[in-house]
């Protein structure tokens, strides 16, 4: 049961901007969008998470459309080391024993 | 804050031993833990979720009398692989659910490499 869409890959060149969208179009009015991301041979890591407003922290930002059928998430300045696979996830948060399912995310590769 | 370690790192065993995989919270309690596998190039799969005390609910297909897990303490939870073969190597990824940092989220391990020989 995808809930999210995502591009299975990007480029992005290294000091530039990373731009990763997520389409959920059937997102609920309690449902949060977060955002993991997975480099390789590690496990997830949390990146970010918002309901309707645009969220920023040290990490990313993230840009959620007005309707919230539609997200972005902004890596100001990719490094390599911002290789990985990213993946935009939707649920109600403090959700108890509801677990977090990942999707096929997206590859990003940063290259010098 | 939100440490989650599990250990070992990597295992290599014999085709029909049993595997044991810890998976500790280090700085906060955990109410609930998921594990979840990794097979090459493919997501994360959700296996079973188990909470201190209780026994842990499986996902359809992940046989709880293989996957056998014990979730003794607020900060412990263990898998155990028995009779482990070729076809259970894979990427096994612990996550604690707890309040952390500030947040009350799901926080992964560094996840543990299985090969079966």
């Known amino acids: 049961d995808a809930k999210t869409t995502q591009p299975p890959s990007m480029d992005c060149a290294e000091g530039r901007a990373a731009n990763l969208p997520c389409n959920h179009s059937?997102?609920?009015?309690?449902?949060?969008v977060y955002w993991y991301r997975q480099i390789h041979s590690q496990g997830p890591q949390y990146i970010i998470h918002?309901?309707?407003n645009n969220e920023t922290n040290e990490m990313a930002s993230l840009i959620i459309t007005e309707d919230r059928k539609s997200s972005t998430l902004i890596l100001p300045h990719a490094t390599l080391r911002d290789t990985a696979v990213y993946y935009c996830i939707v649920r109600v948060q403090y959700s108890g024993n509801t677990p977090l399912v990942f999707g096929k995310g997206t590859r990003l590769s940063v290259i010098a | 804050g939100a440490v989650v370690s599990q250990h070992p790192s990597r295992v290599i065993c014999k085709s029909g031993t049993s595997v044991k995989i810890e998976c500790r919270s280090l700085d906060f309690q955990a109410t609930t833990m998921f594990w979840y596998r990794q097979f090459p190039k493919k997501s994360l799969m959700l296996m079973a979720t188990?909470?201190?005390?209780?026994?842990?609910?499986?996902e359809q297909g992940v046989e709880k009398d293989k996957f056998l897990i014990n979730h003794a303490s607020l900060t412990l939870s263990t898998l155990t692989v028995t009779s482990a073969h070729p076809e259970d190597s894979s990427f096994y990824i612990c996550?604690?659910?707890?309040?952390?940092?500030?947040?009350?989220?799901?926080?992964f391990g560094p996840g543990t490499r299985l090969t079966v020989l």
């Open positions: 188990s909470n201190e005390g209780s026994k842990a609910t499986y």
């Open positions: 996550s604690a659910r707890g309040l952390a940092g500030g947040l009350n989220e799901q926080f």
């Open positions: 059937t997102i609920s009015g309690n449902e949060y």
């Open positions: 918002g309901l309707k």
